[in-house]
């Protein structure tokens, strides 16, 4: 027996038990199929109930299209599943009722907003590499999330690059995507690819004002809401 490995199964059981995870499947099957996750830190961090969220992905099925308003929970969907994948391959269990993952190389994220002032990099630079990065070395048993790809620029320029990169993992890398965007012309990626499916996060209209639902469905979603978002 290793002493260290011991401390760590006794960690993983205790936060098993206080968190109510639950133990996740291995399969050689490619894709990855999540029932009911959940983000630990947003969870253990609001007042208010977490809502939980499905995802399947498979090979008939490799690429999410995530609209809907900003607060909607779409970047919360995205993060959920990567962090279910890692707990998943360190041996502990998940904060989903059920999961089973296919074989999975590495994780490759663009998310966020950030840049090198010293080096010179702009925000739109560092967005641009951390993609190129992606295109060029993700592969097909990789889980890859692209956040709002394209916003630093002009949005002719920003759709085109936000196209260019989602039809080349759709038809060429063919990874376990989830690709969130504002343009909604990405939401007609499915026509092209049949491997690409959209869903929405779901918001409810209520006078003048919208309700966040954090509730992930199929389909597209209808409008972005970004003036009520900046009323709010």
């Known amino acids: 027996?290793?002493?260290?490995?011991?401390?760590?199964?006794?960690?993983?059981?205790?936060?098993?038990?206080?968190?109510?995870?639950?133990?996740p499947d291995f399969t050689t099957v490619p894709g990855i199929k999540i029932r009911g996750g959940r983000h630990l830190i947003v969870e253990q961090n609001q007042t208010s109930t977490f809502i939980p969220n499905d995802l399947e992905l498979h090979e008939g099925r490799t690429m999410l299209i995530i609209t809907g308003p900003n607060m909607g929970g779409k970047s919360t969907y995205m993060r959920?599943?990567?962090?279910?994948?890692?707990l998943a391959h360190i041996g502990s269990y998940v904060p989903a009722r059920t999961a089973r993952f296919g074989p999975m190389d590495r994780i490759f994220t663009r998310i966020g907003a950030s840049d090198n002032l010293a080096g010179g990099q702009s925000t739109f630079m560092v967005e641009m590499m951390e993609t190129a990065n992606i295109l060029h070395n993700a592969s097909r048993e990789s889980l890859v999330l692209m956040d709002e790809i394209g916003r630093g620029t002009s949005t002719s320029d920003g759709l085109a690059l936000a196209w260019a990169c989602a039809a080349f993992l759709a038809r060429s890398t063919r990874a376990s995507t989830l690709f969130a965007s504002h343009f909604f012309e990405l939401t007609s990626i499915p026509q092209y690819f049949s491997n690409a499916a959209n869903v929405h996060v779901?918001?409810?209209?209520?006078?003048?004002?919208?309700?966040?639902?954090?509730?992930?469905?199929?389909?597209?979603a209808n409008r972005s809401y970004g003036l009520q978002v900046a009323k709010l």
């Open 80 to 86: 959920q599943t990567a962090l279910i994948a890692i």
């Open 1 to 23: 027996h290793i002493p260290g490995h011991a401390l760590e199964s006794e960690v993983f059981a205790e936060r098993a038990d206080t968190l109510n995870l639950n133990q």
């Open 202 to 220: 779901d918001v409810v209209e209520h006078g003048d004002r919208i309700i966040f639902m954090h509730t992930v469905k199929e389909g597209p």
